[in-house]
């Protein structure tokens, strides 16, 4: 049986070929993925629903038809509060805090 020496060095190239093919698929497959994450990223998107949208409206609508603040009954009953003059019904208060749950349903 003859040993035919002369392409020993030939094995080390076929495997040097198949670890670039190797290499190139893999690139190219990485390729491939970061391509259709790309595409999809462009595709996300964004809506608001009906119900988002009114509760906007409606948050729009109470900022505008707020009162206005009355700084001078503001500046009288934090003084009042300050000095210890203030005095809580608290008959009135349970009665407004009563109401203003049942009106919370």
């Known amino acids: 049986m003859a040993i035919n020496i002369n392409n020993l060095n030939n094995a080390s190239q076929v495997k040097q070929k198949l670890e670039q093919q190797v290499q190139t698929k893999q690139q190219v497959t990485q390729n491939t993925d970061i391509s259709q994450q790309a595409k999809l990223a462009t595709r996300d998107s964004v809506s608001i629903t ?56």
């Not at 906007?56 to 707020?66: F, G, I, P, V």
């Not at 700084?71 to 208060?93: H, R």
């Open 50 to 105: 009906p119900q988002a949208k009114q509760m906007s409206e409606l948050q729009k609508k109470a900022t505008d038809s707020s009162p206005a603040l009355n700084q001078k009954k503001i500046d009288e009953l934090k003084s009042a509060i300050t000095s210890g003059d203030y005095k809580i019904n608290p008959e009135k208060l349970a009665s407004s805090i009563a109401n203003f749950e049942f009106e919370l349903g």
